[in-house]
């Protein structure tokens, strides 16, 4: 699978073990930085992880940053973005399969490295479930989306 990874200044030393530990289960990955403690504002990479996600360079993001919810927040304003943050394995595989999630967002200051590992391999491990319902639920979301509202 191909994964593109980002973080913010208080992210990217998870983000850079992330990356490592997918690049050695066999995926591709794409680092949208950043690779410094550095000060740096968390949605300029919510862009970059979700202009990979649109341009096809990517099919999933992980986005970290210190809690969590800024990159959350600024991943889930841009189009096809569907980001939720995660501090369990349960959600991180079950916003795939039923809410289609394409960006796992953990934030580096609230779990450990193993932690951080184990939510991204249920993440990436997981598939959209296909049932109706669920397909029904997210044309509902995408309606929102288009509506702005």
């Known amino acids: 699978m191909r994964i593109v990874v980002g973080a913010d200044h208080r992210g990217y030393e998870l983000k850079d073990e992330i990356a490592a530990a997918l690049k050695r289960a066999g995926h591709d990955v794409l680092d949208a930085g950043t690779n410094s403690a550095e000060s740096v504002d968390y949605p300029d990479y919510a862009r970059a992880i979700g202009q990979a996600l649109?341009?096809?360079r990517a099919e999933r993001g992980v986005f970290v940053c210190?809690?969590?919810v800024g990159a959350s927040i600024a991943a889930?304003?841009?189009h096809g973005v569907r980001a939720?943050?995660?501090h369990d394995t349960y959600s991180a595989r079950q916003g795939v399969e039923h809410d289609d999630m394409n960006v796992l967002c953990?934030?580096?200051r609230v779990i450990g490295s193993e932690l951080?590992?184990?939510l991204v391999r249920a993440f990436v491990g997981a598939g959209l479930l296909g049932e109706e319902r669920y397909r029904r639920r997210l044309d509902k979301v995408a309606e929102i989306e288009r509506q702005g509202r």
Do not use: F, P, T, Y
């Open 106 to 108: 953990l934030g580096a």
């Open 76 to 78: 889930n304003k841009i």
């Open 116 to 118: 951080a590992q184990e």
């Open 66 to 68: 210190g809690s969590g």
């Open 54 to 56: 649109a341009d096809g």
């Open 84 to 86: 939720a943050l995660c």
